[in-house]
C-alpha cells in the first residue's frame, strides 16, 4: 500500500517495476509499468533521496536537476532490463540478451550508464544473481560469472557450466538464486523438471560442482516461483519454492521424515 507520487508532488498512481535495489538512500527500480499501464521495460528510475516513493519517468539526469532529485534513464541499447543487483559498491544491469552495464556518476545532475560486460547475453526475468563474490548470469546454453578485480579495472566471463554444457544445450530461460548459508546456487528453466545446483566450494576442485536435483515429488522440481527467505522456526536462511498448486516448500531440510509420507520421494 504505498502510494507513489511526482517530482511535482501529482499523485502517480499505480506504479510497478520487476526489480529494485537500494543504494546510497535511493531506491532504483528496473523494468517498469507507469501510473498509465504502459510497460517501459527498458527504464531504469532512482527515487529521490531519502524517499523512495517521490519519482520521474520525465526527468533525466541533467545539471538542471537537483543532485537529490529523481530521475530516470533509458537502456542504450533499448532492450527489457532482466536483472539489476548491487554488487561492490556499484549497480550492475542487465538486457535481455543484450549485455550488462553499470550505472555510473554521483547524483542526478550526472548518473549515466556504462559498458560492464558487451554480449553478455543474459536471458530470463531471473537470470541474474549476486552471489557473494560474483555475479552469476544464465545465458542459452550455459550459466556464466562475471570475474573482475576489486575495482572493476578488468571483467572477463568464465562459463560455470562448460562440463555440463550437452545437458543445457535448449536452456534459453534461466531462474537463478543463491544461498548465502549453504553457498549453494540453484539454476533452472520453466518445464525441465530438474534443477541443477552448484556448490561453491568445490568451484576450482577437481570434483564437480554440479549435481541435478530431480524427483518423484508431485512437485516434479518444476517451481512456480523460488527465492531464499529465513525461517520463522530457527532465523536461518533457507530456499523456499512454490508449485502450481500453491503448495510451499523449502529446500535442505533435515528432518528424516520427509514430507511425512504423503509422496513418495527417491533421490
Known amino acids: 500500500d504505498v502510494t507513489f507520487t511526482d517530482e511535482l508532488g501529482g499523485a502517480f498512481g499505480d506504479f510497478k517495476a520487476k526489480y529494485c535495489v537500494i543504494q546510497n538512500?535511493?531506491?532504483?527500480?528496473?523494468?517498469?509499468?507507469?501510473?498509465t499501464a504502459t510497460a517501459l521495460p527498458q527504464i531504469m528510475i532512482g527515487s529521490k533521496v531519502s524517499d523512495y516513493t517521490e519519482i520521474t519517468?520525465?526527468?533525466q539526469p541533467s545539471s538542471a536537476l537537483g543532485e537529490d532529485d529523481p530521475f530516470f534513464i533509458t537502456t542504450p541499447d533499448l532492450r527489457p532490463i532482466n536483472g539489476m543487483v548491487?554488487?561492490?559498491t556499484i549497480i550492475a544491469l542487465s538486457t535481455q540478451e543484450g549485455q550488462f552495464y553499470q550505472l555510473v556518476g554521483a547524483s542526478a545532475k550526472d548518473f549515466?550508464?556504462?559498458?560492464?560486460?558487451p554480449e553478455s547475453g543474459a536471458s530470463g526475468d531471473e537470470s541474474v544473481s549476486f552471489v557473494g563474490n560474483d555475479i552469476f548470469f544464465g545465458r542459452?546454453?550455459?550459466?556464466?560469472s562475471l570475474t573482475a578485480n576489486d575495482k572493476f579495472g578488468d571483467v572477463e566471463?568464465?562459463?560455470?557450466?562448460?562440463?555440463?554444457s550437452?545437458?543445457?544445450?535448449?536452456?534459453d530461460e534461466w531462474h537463478i538464486e543463491y544461498s548465502q548459508r549453504t553457498q549453494k546456487v540453484y539454476c533452472y528453466q520453466d518445464g525441465k523438471n530438474e534443477i541443477w545446483v552448484f556448490y561453491k566450494p568445490l568451484r576450482n576442485s577437481e570434483i564437480s560442482?554440479?549435481?541435478k536435483m530431480t524427483t518423484s515429488h508431485s512437485m516434479n522440481m518444476d517451481p512456480s516461483a523460488l527465492m531464499r527467505a529465513y525461517s520463522p522456526d530457527d532465523g536461518l536462511e533457507y530456499i523456499y519454492f512454490g508449485d502450481t498448486a500453491g503448495n510451499l516448500y523449502r529446500m535442505d531440510i533435515e528432518d528424516p521424515g520427509g514430507d511425512g509420507g504423503l509422496n513418495s520421494i527417491r533421490t
Request: overall charge negative; glycine content about 6%.
Open 57 to 59: 519517468v520525465t526527468s
Open 209 to 211: 560442482p554440479w549435481s
Open 25 to 35: 538512500e535511493r531506491a532504483i527500480f528496473g523494468n517498469v509499468i507507469d501510473s
Open 157 to 164: 566471463n568464465n562459463d560455470l557450466s562448460v562440463g555440463i
Open 140 to 144: 542459452p546454453g550455459r550459466v556464466e
Open 86 to 88: 548491487s554488487a561492490f
Open 112 to 117: 549515466a550508464f556504462k559498458e560492464f560486460y
Open 166 to 171: 550437452d545437458l543445457l544445450e535448449d536452456y
